[in-house]
């Protein structure tokens, strides 16, 4: 399981950035990626929160979390930060994808296959 201890070595080193620096909004975002390869989905959101925190228009950040939350089942808060990476970036293709792939779990088919065309 080598990927796993590179995991939590790269956690290890992130959690060291944030010791000595708690606004990087680097080390945050990367930590969040981190816990989310490793299913810690709690501290993943509550990390790329605090990245969005320091960084509101960070499209890849919202993008990130947004899935986490769809994941979760917290559709109203993935869709959201979806439409937030998009009024940030209108071309942001996994945005446009993600949004439509809630929207079809909805039935919101009209909505859904606007986004899913976009994407």
């Known amino acids: 399981m080598a990927e796993q201890g590179d995991l939590e070595q790269a956690a290890q080193q992130f959690r060291g950035v944030l010791v000595l620096d708690p606004r990087s909004m680097e080390a945050h975002y990367n930590l969040a990626r981190v816990l989310a390869k490793q299913g810690e989905t709690d501290e993943a959101i509550a990390h ?19 899935m986490l939350l769809a994941a979760r089942g917290d559709a109203a808060n993935a869709i959201e930060h979806f439409q937030t990476v998009i009024r940030i970036d209108p071309l942001y293709a996994k945005a446009h994808f993600n949004l439509g792939r809630i929207f079809m779990q909805q039935g919101r088919i009209d909505e859904a296959v ?6």
Do not use: E, F
């Open 48 to 66: 790329y929160s605090q990245a969005l925190a320091i960084s509101p228009r960070d499209a890849d950040t919202h993008n990130n979390l947004g």
């Open 114 to 119: 606007n986004y899913l065309r976009k994407a």
